[in-house]
């Protein structure tokens, strides 16, 4: 599956985005789905992920309360509403996949991974 990630942009604390991710060339329904960010010089973290047909959601603990996952099998999109946003939050956005609901937020085992979404939030 290619997954394309798009809706990152500059915003101000407290302000929201939602990012989104398309996906093609491949059976989108059958991987669990979750995004990740990278910060400048920081390793590439876990931010949350979907499970496929339960659709439960785990967060990173930073963001819970404030980010929501979300997707449309119909449409092969996947969301990331971010509300309250923090400079802290200021990284880079990556929307990725994975058929092993035990692996989804290990980096290192993801197999599909978008290009990345810049999100910066100024004090």
């Known amino acids: 599956v290619q997954l394309q990630a798009s809706g990152g942009g500059l915003v101000q604390a407290g302000g929201s985005l939602r990012l989104s991710c398309a996906a093609s060339?491949?059976?989108?329904?059958?991987?669990?789905v979750a995004w990740f960010r990278q910060a400048p010089g920081k390793d590439r973290e876990f931010v949350a992920a979907?499970?496929?047909?339960?659709?439960?959601?785990i967060y990173e603990d930073s963001v819970k309360g404030r980010f929501t996952i979300s997707r449309d099998n119909a449409k092969e999109m996947m969301y990331l509403q971010m509300n309250n946003l923090k400079p802290e939050d200021t990284a880079v956005y990556y929307c990725?996949?994975?058929?092993?609901?035990?692996?989804?937020?290990?980096?290192?085992?993801?197999?599909?991974w978008g290009q990345g979404t810049q999100v910066t939030v100024s004090s």
């Open positions: 060339a491949g059976s989108f329904t059958t991987y669990h």
């Open positions: 979907s499970h496929l047909t339960t659709r439960t959601p």
């Open positions: 990725a996949a994975d058929s092993r609901w035990v692996d989804i937020a290990t980096m290192e085992r993801i197999s599909y």
